[in-house]
């Protein structure tokens, strides 16, 4: 089965969406791109925009799907439009493979083993990028580039679907890592989603006290606009986001809470010392975050791994791999009787590659590596 994909329809053509289609464009001239919204004006501008070639009719779509002219589906819509969605794939009688976008995947792969006939062809995902800018006028064919694209594979996840998305994504030029999806639910939720919820709370403060004038929020320079830039995303899209992940959500607003009220008995206390003990330790923790992080092709390293061909080990491999943060740029799986495979990796010059391998042998597996010239 080849890798590449040579026929895609996005189901959702906004920010995420329309940029996709321009990377897929980009990376293959030749790629066909159809595009389906609830809304048949923005699928439509979507092919002035020359981001798709056609918009077809949900019963034309029922005929492309039902007919094998598509073999990639990504839901780049709300994830709780998804039921919906999968109705219809499975109306069609689509047999390709499926991925999605959405910012919290145990809700999605919910919902997939609800309404999908053949879940284990659908390969969660989420893109870690974004733009302040809402919809197709914000959408670039760039917006991926070294960006992390999480997929959240499952014990019921096809492997082969998942190895054809992941050399897609890649050749998109995105880092792929592989994470549980309660994992990534958390991690989303303390890095993306309180995040958020704060910069609207600093808005609302702002706002409280701008006075009938607006003087205030005039006076606001840089640092309050970029600490508070992300509140002006969408209102109905981050609704959305935030309750569908909304019991981990609530518990990591609860612990910031507890932050927020420490730091305030220390002010109100005049502890001198205890604030700036906390303000050191944040600002050491965000200088230690990573610069832009570009590959060398140097320091490509090859883990072949000896595995029973079954189900849920693609999950419990590519996600020990993304536990110990290294990269996998290329996937690959080399039968040597029915039951049994090697599957390739090609790991880029990042993460704890001796934890990976530890972690391999602890669970039984026998991984060889080699550097690649």
Known sequence: MAARFDFVMIIGMGLIG????????????????????????TAARAVSLGLADEAPSREESIR????????????????????????????SGFEGVVTDTGSTKEPAIILANEHLRKP?????????????????????????????????PGVKTDIYAFRRLHELLT?????????????????????????????????????????????LLRLAAGGFKDTTRIAA??????????????EIVADELSEFADIIRNIHELVKNGDA?????????????????????????????????????????????????????????????????????????ILTDEGDLEGFIETLKESGFKPRKRLLD
């Open 233 to 246: 995303g969408s209102a109905e899209l981050w609704t959305g986001i935030l309750l569908n992940n909304r």
């Open 171 to 215: 050749q998109l030029g995105a880092r792929v890592l592989s994470i549980d999806p309660e994992e990534h639910d958390r991690a989303v939720a303390i890095i993306s989603h309180v995040p958020h919820v704060a910069a609207a709370a600093l808005v609302q403060l702002a706002g409280k006290h701008s006075g009938e004038n607006g003087e």
């Open 273 to 345: 010392t205890e604030v700036k003990r906390f303000l050191q330790s944040a600002s050491t923790i965000r200088n230690s975050l990573p610069a832009k992080w570009v590959k060398t092709e140097t320091g490509l390293i090859e883990i072949r791994i000896p595995m029973d061909d079954r189900k849920g080990i693609i999950a419990e491999i590519t996600t020990a791999a993304g536990h110990a943060e290294c990269n996998i740029e290329a996937i690959d799986i080399d039968h040597q009787t029915e039951d049994r495979a090697i599957l390739e990796l």
């Open 120 to 152: 284990e062809r659908f390969v969660p995902g989420h893109p870690m990028a974004g733009s302040e800018q809402e919809g197709l006028d914000g959408a670039r064919s760039d917006l991926f580039q070294n960006a992390y694209w999480i997929l959240t």
């Open 64 to 91: 492309l799907l039902g007919d094998g002219d598509v073999d990639l589906v990504v839901l780049a819509a709300p994830v709780d439009a998804y039921g919906a969605w999968f109705d219809f794939l499975d109306e």
């Open 18 to 41: 329309g940029s996709l289609a321009g990377a897929l464009r980009a990376d293959n001239p030749r790629v066909r791109i159809y595009a389906l919204d609830i809304n048949d004006e």
